[in-house]
């Protein structure tokens, strides 16, 4: 299992802002997303916009970087802080 | 130890998430008592604070109509990413040290419900001297506004509106490259 969350507009959106999802392997960011968007439906196609910012255990990542189980997987729009 | 090893000890930071208002005076004052004898060396102490603005362009929704119809701007709501918030601003706190040595750093970011005029952000940078506070402030408070994971809601007095990312913080780093 991993843990997905999802923050501000993307949370909104997908109307969830925490998820478990199943997860055994380790797989790219990009498969992840891939996966939510088939099984959660075409909305969450937002996540696999190039804007979107990924962070696995609170540091950000590329889409190429390799989730593994127990991991905790954040999806979120460009940042407007300060 | 003595106060002219300064340079030599890790700096003194503090990172707080909060959603209640700040005083950049007591601030600047807690920072000065925070860093005990090594105040002596504190030849310079800059901060940026930031507020609430009256108006808020850079919406989520660009149709003009719609924005006349949300009526007037009337706060800010600030979310946040509790568990990577604090990591993220001490890691660029800490890159700004190497860079330009200081003796303390103190940031603020409230989250939560703000009103126009409200503070949401400080920055305050202790060091001997003004050229290290002035740079590692602009480079704390310009990383923070591209890396630190929060979000702002712009609420209206009929409707709601996320705030998009402004490309000029984005360029604002080159000058740190």
Redesign the interface.
Known sequence: MIKV?L???LREQLEVGSLSFDWADDATVDVLANQLVQQQGANWQVLLADEIVV?IN?Q?VGRDALVSAGD?V?F??????? | MSANESLNTSPLINVVIQESTFNLAIECDRLTAMLGDQHLNMGALASFA?NVRAVET?L?NTDQDDINAYGEFRALE????P??TQ??IESIVLKANQRWPFLGCKVI?RVGLLDIADP??LVLVASSHRKEAFAACEYI?DY??????????AIFEHGEQ????KAS?ALALDKWA
């Not at chain 1, 979120?76 to 300060?82: A, I, N, Q, R, Y």
Request: charged fraction near 15%; aromatic fraction near 14%; charge should be neutral.
């Open positions: 969350l923050f501000a507009r962070a609170q950000v905790e954040a979120f729009p460009p940042v407007t802080g300060g | 930031g850079n989520e600030i979310e946040h990413y568990a990577m990591l993220s970011h949401i952000v408070i923070l506004k591209n890396a630190a994971p929060f979000w702002k809601k996320w705030v998009n990312a913080d």
